[in-house]
């Protein structure tokens, strides 16, 4: 059923909500302790010119936020966009707050955005750019206060440009913890550019493995959507593939493509990598990012861009499962309509968490000057994946089968009495460890 009235898509709004509804399931927290939780704890913005190629100036905007850094360092990608928003930045940092807690890291949560369009520079403008961000930002990061990595239109390139900036303004020091993310020459680890791919497999198939649904209890035979054809969307369609799973539809931002039988990611990156998209790939039926999403299938992957699935498609949905491979994806109402339609949804805090693992892991290969092999990489990532939806899953059966209930009247509430999400659980699990530190911390002075 269509709805009239608009959602309020406001990054920050989001966040808010999606927390107001996780500390139901929480025992009550102070509220000065909840307002200190939801804010960030510093916002940085600089602002500085670049000369471009043609001898030209432009002034650039760029952004750091560190929204929480009880469990240890900030933690987060920098994404370079035209559209990027402090609002945007601000809410992802608070998400990496919550994603590091849940996996057990010890980091805190961070992002940072650069506003321009990558695909209008040239490589030369944008290690410029680069060089000039990181030294704006000077010490608001570092190995042991704030760490950045790759996000959307960043890449390891990016990454190794920022190290070597760093390195040069901090001389004599170990510095390559300051940035994880690196080329694998550069002290990048191995299995860093597949972890959010392969994250995204594990986090599903363990949860298949807890048979909610009778007739799918492991990954092979399962249908899969992906909308999103870059690096998580293309390294998870062969982490499934790989395991038996029949990929029927991709896309990408020029459109998808659909294949009852079957598509093989192989030949998709191949026909990708000299078309610039999957569209046109043969033997597939082209269909738009719209229809994709509507398709019917076991599990759909949105790996592109936020709010992909919201109040006026969510009806739409033919999946079993929706896997939030992208962060974001899946706006408020969305969540409440696929629930009231009894499809599950792996939220992005759980699902896309295998990059930061293997960033953490990276980050402690450099402290130790060490290159782990890619054997131990994903057996230690796949652990990690596992033990995080177990932890997940046995705190929501605690309150589907009523061994739990919301912590009060208000909660009872705002949670409207229904059986909880993954979402609101896997939050709530990451707030309680953070409120719990910041009080065995013991508030300062
Ligand atoms: P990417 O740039 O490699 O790939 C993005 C893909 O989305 C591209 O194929 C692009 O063509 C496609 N796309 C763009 N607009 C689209 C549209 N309107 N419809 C359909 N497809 C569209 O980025 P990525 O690293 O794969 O990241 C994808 C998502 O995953 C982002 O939300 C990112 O924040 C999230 N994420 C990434 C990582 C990581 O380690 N890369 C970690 C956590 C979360």
């Given amino acids: 059923m269509p709805v009239t009235e608009p959602e309020n898509l406001d990054p920050i709004a989001i966040s808010e909500q999606q927390f107001d509804h996780a500390v ?14 939801k804010k960030p704890k510093r916002i940085t913005i600089v602002n500085f010119p670049i000369e471009m190629d043609d001898g030209s100036v432009q002034s650039i905007q760029g952004y750091r936020v560190v ?8 933690k987060g990608g920098i994404r370079y966009h035209p559209d990027v928003t402090i609002e945007e930045v601000i809410a992802l940092a608070k998400l990496m707050t919550w994603k590091c807690a849940l996996v057990n890291i010890p980091f805190g949560g961070a992002k940072g955005g650069v506003v321009c369009n990558v695909k209008a520079l040239t490589e030369n403008e944008l290690r410029r750019i680069t ?3 990181t030294s704006e930002l000077a010490d608001n990061i570092g190995p042991y206060t704030d760490i950045p990595a790759p996000d959307m239109y960043t890449s390891e390139q990016t990454m190794a440009w920022i190290f070597d900036t760093y390195d040069v303004l901090h001389p004599g020091e170990n510095n390559r913890p300051v940035v994880t993310g690196k080329p694998v020459e550069m002290g990048g680890s191995y299995g860093r550019h597949e972890a959010t791919g392969n994250g995204v497999y594990h986090v599903t198939e363990r949860f298949l493995s807890k048979a909610l649904i009778a007739e799918q209890q492991t990954v092979a035979g399962a249908s899969i959507v992906i909308q999103g054809f870059g690096n998580v969307g293309a390294i998870s369609a062969q982490a499934f593939f790989r395991n038996g799973a029949k990929i029927i539809a991709v896309s990408d931002s020029q459109g998808g493509v659909y294949c009852a039988e079957g598509l093989n990611p192989d030949e998709l990156l191949a026909f990708k990598n000299e078309h610039g998209t999957v569209v ?13 999403l509507e398709l019917e299938c076991d599990i759909l992957i949105p790996a592109a861009l936020s709010h992909q699935i919201h109040a006026d498609n969510a009806h739409k949905i033919k999946a079993k499962v929706v896997v939030e491979a992208a962060n974001d994806p899946t706006t408020p109402k969305a969540d409440e309509i696929l629930a009231e339609r009894g499809i599950y949804l792996l939220p992005d805090i759980m699902t896309n968490a295998g990059g930061v693992t ?3 892991f990276e980050w402690v290969q450099n402290q130790a000057n060490q290159q782990w092999d890619i054997e131990e990489v994903n057996a230690r990532l796949q652990k990690r994946m596992y033990k995080l939806v177990d932890v997940v899953f046995d705190r929501w059966q605690g309150f589907v089968v009523g061994e739990e209930t919301p912590s009060d009247e208000e909660s009872i509430k705002i949670s409207g009495g229904k059986k909880p999400d993954f979402r609101s659980i896997a939050l709530s699990i990451a707030i309680e460890r953070v409120a719990k530190a910041t009080l065995l911390r013991g508030i300062w002075p």
């Fill in 24 to 37: 139901c399931y929480i025992q009550k927290l102070k509220k000065g302790l909840i307002e200190f939780l």
């Fill in 67 to 74: 929204h929480n850094r009880v469990f240890g360092p900030g």
């Fill in 131 to 133: 060089r000039r961000f």
């Fill in 280 to 292: 046109g790939l043969r033997d597939t039926m082209t269909v738009t990012n719209e229809e994709l």
């Fill in 358 to 360: 293997v960033s953490y």
